[in-house]
């Protein structure tokens, strides 16, 4: 079955630190992979966006990067802050739909 | 970019009751989707809404529980009827922007439905 999976536990970093998030996909092959980042009570927010053919994009403070080989995507912010306290998604697109599938969610910490 | 509002934000239910919530967007969009995010949960899709024709629903949603229509490019509405607790969700209209063959998502701040 198809499945997108993320770090089923909070990740707690200091700030200042950079944080590591993982999105692990089976049985899908995505043309785009992108990033979400959900507050409490409010709708997902766009964050990035990275083609099949593409290793690496970044956008001020994060990064992120995609294996298709490993079937896997990390999601990097450096010099982390409380202000990035919020669930991160990862959701895949398959080339030719239009529909976006969501991964599990991490839910991220950062602590002054 | 996209704003997109939904209505309402939350109710509160009664069991066998239907609601309908509402999804305005800003601009004219081809597609809107349906999501809805059970308690601590990610976001599972209900359907898409294309305008001008019928509403393709995802496996384990059908067409008489939860009912759309999209009568043009900016407007939505889900109904969920016949509700029973298990329908206590978020529910979050989406529509996307397009650059070129890719596109970001677009949400609603979400409806938080509660049933008795």
Not at chain 1, 40 to 47: N, Q, T, W
Not at chain 1, 76 to 81: E, G, K, L, N, W
């Amino acid at each position: 079955s198809q499945k997108i999976e993320q770090n089923s536990e909070a990740l707690n970093i200091q700030e200042g630190k950079t944080a590591t998030l993982t999105c692990n996909y089976t049985n899908y092959s995505p043309a785009y992979l992108q990033w979400y980042r959900q507050d409490p009570g409010r709708g997902p927010v766009f964050l990035l966006l990275i083609r099949e053919n593409e290793k690496e994009k970044r956008k001020e403070r994060l990064k992120v990067t995609f294996d298709t080989t490993l079937k896997q995507s990390l999601f990097h912010i450096t010099a982390s802050q409380p202000a990035d306290s919020a669930t991160y998604l990862c959701a895949l697109q398959v080339g030719g739909y239009q529909k976006v599938t969501f991964g599990t969610g991490t839910k991220l910490q950062v602590i002054p | 970019s996209a704003v997109i509002s939904q209505k309402p934000s939350r109710d509160i239910c009664q069991r066998g009751t239907s609601l309908t919530i509402q999804c305005q967007v800003d601009s004219q969009v081809t597609m809107m989707f349906w999501y809805r995010q059970q308690p601590g949960q990610s976001l599972t899709l209900i359907a898409t809404a294309n305008q001008g024709s019928e509403a393709t629903y995802e496996s384990g949603f059908v067409i008489d529980k939860f009912p759309i229509s999209r009568p043009n490019l900016t407007f939505s509405t889900l109904t969920v009827s016949n509700m029973s607790p298990e329908d206590s969700s978020i529910y979050l209209c989406s529509a996307p922007v397009y650059q070129g063959d890719t596109g970001e998502l677009f949400f609603g701040e979400g409806s938080r439905l509660t049933v008795l």
